[in-house]
Nanobody, 126 residues
Framework: QVQLVESGGGLVQAGASLRLSCAAS????????MGWFRQAPGKEREFVAA????????YYADSVKGRFTIARDNAKNTVYLQMNSLKPEDTAVYYC???????????????????WGQGTQVTVSS
């Protein structure tokens, strides 16, 4: 069982930066691919970024490429999402997710992830 707790959301102006953190419980965390997703009001939950178990490979949605960076610290059981040059359209609840597939390939479909955090709200004003 893996528990995920996100933090770091908030209200910022367009152009600002935020760093989200996702603290995970469980000894196997370091073997799981991890992802960040977001859901805006009235919209489907969408893929934002993902990282492989070792942290050497990362993937991004086109809408955030070049602005967001995903990273992980397996010694701290934590995944991060650094968000720069934020835009109003980035406003959403951001969720951290874990894929319970040790050393598995990164996936982009939310239905492939097994564990989810409670989400953290990010609001970007214009």
């Amino acid at each position: 069982q893996v528990q995920l707790v996100e933090s770091g959301g908030g209200l910022v102006q367009a152009g600002a930066s935020l760093r989200l953190s996702c603290a995970a419980s469980g000894r196997a965390f370091s073997t799981f691919p991890m992802g960040w997703f977001r859901q805006a009001p009235g919209k489907e939950r969408e893929f934002v970024a993902a990282i492989n178990w070792g942290g050497g490979r990362s993937y991004y949605a086109d809408s955030v490429k070049g602005r967001f960076t995903i990273a992980r610290d397996n010694a701290k059981n934590t995944v991060y999402l650094q968000m720069n040059s934020l835009k109003p359209e980035d406003t959403a609840v951001y969720y951290c997710a874990a894929d319970h597939s040790p050393y598995g390939l990164v996936k982009f479909d939310r239905y492939e992830y097994d564990y989810w955090g409670q989400g953290t709200q990010v609001t970007v004003s214009s």
